[in-house]
């Protein structure tokens, strides 16, 4: 199991990271990201997210929270 569950991490580390590549190419991301810091920021903040919502935070205050970390990245 723990195999399946660290190539999934794997996966979206890796997909997460080359979006960063992405955006710092075409310029909605700051050129400084570093894309495997910032995957893993994401996918961290995924995960939190998915804690407070378990926890009965409000969608709002969800979002809110979302866009901090989005914000983070921009140019």
Same mark, same amino acid.
């Given at each position: 199991?723990?195999?399946? *569950? +660290?190539?999934?991490?794997? &996966?979206q /580390? =890796? /997909?997460? @990271? &080359?979006?960063?590549?992405? $955006? #710092? %190419? &075409? $310029?909605t *991301? #700051? @050129?400084? !990201?570093?894309?495997?810091?910032? @995957? %893993?920021? !994401? !996918? =961290?903040?995924? =995960?939190?997210? #998915?804690v407070?919502?378990?926890?009965g935070?409000?969608?709002?205050? *969800?979002?809110? !929270?979302a &866009? *901090?970390?989005? +914000? =983070? %990245?921009?140019a």
């Open positions: 199991m723990r195999n399946i *569950l +660290d190539r999934f991490l794997h &996966d /580390l =890796s /997909l997460v @990271a &080359d979006a960063v590549r992405a $955006g #710092r %190419l &075409d $310029g *991301l #700051r @050129a400084e !990201v570093a894309p495997n810091e910032a @995957a %893993l920021m !994401v !996918v =961290s903040a995924i =995960s939190g997210i #998915r407070l919502a378990q926890a935070t409000m969608p709002a205050e *969800l979002c809110k !929270v &866009d *901090l970390h989005i +914000d =983070s %990245l921009k």
